[in-house]
C-alpha cells in the first residue's frame, strides 16, 4: 500500500513552466510504474504519462515533446515538468502508482493555464 501527495501546481500565463511533485509514503523502487493523469471535472481521466521502474517513459501524444516524466528514487518521488502550457492544459493533475495488481491515487493538484 502507498499514499501519493500531489504538489506543485498553480496558475501559469500560457507558454510557461511548472514542475508537479508527486511523493510516496514508502519507497518506490519497487513500485512497477508511476504515472500522471489529469482531469477536468466531468469529463473522463486522461493518461498524460507514464515511467517503469527501470525508468523507461511514454506520453500522450498531446504533451509530447513539452512534458517530462522522472523519478527520484531516493526522495520516494516522481515529477512531471510541463514546459510550453497551453490553456487546454488546465485541469486537476493526478498521481497514479501500479504496485503488483493494485493501483493506488493522490489526491490530485489544480493546474490552470492562462490565456
Known amino acids: 500500500q502507498v499514499q501519493l501527495v500531489e504538489s506543485g501546481g498553480g496558475l501559469v500565463q500560457a507558454g510557461g513552466s511548472l514542475r508537479l511533485s508527486c511523493t510516496a509514503s514508502?519507497?518506490?523502487?519497487?513500485?512497477?510504474?508511476l504515472g500522471w493523469y489529469r482531469q477536468v471535472p466531468g469529463k473522463q481521466r486522461e493518461y498524460v504519462a507514464l515511467i517503469s521502474s527501470g525508468g523507461t517513459t511514454n506520453y500522450a501524444n498531446s504533451v509530447k515533446g513539452r512534458f517530462t516524466i522522472s523519478r527520484d528514487n531516493a526522495k520516494n518521488t516522481v515529477y512531471l515538468q510541463m514546459n510550453s502550457l497551453k490553456p487546454e492544459d488546465t485541469d486537476v493533475y493526478y498521481c497514479r502508482a501500479f504496485i503488483g495488481g493494485s493501483e493506488y491515487w493522490g489526491q490530485g493538484t489544480q493546474v490552470t493555464v492562462s490565456s
Open positions: 514508502r519507497s518506490i523502487y519497487t513500485i512497477n510504474a
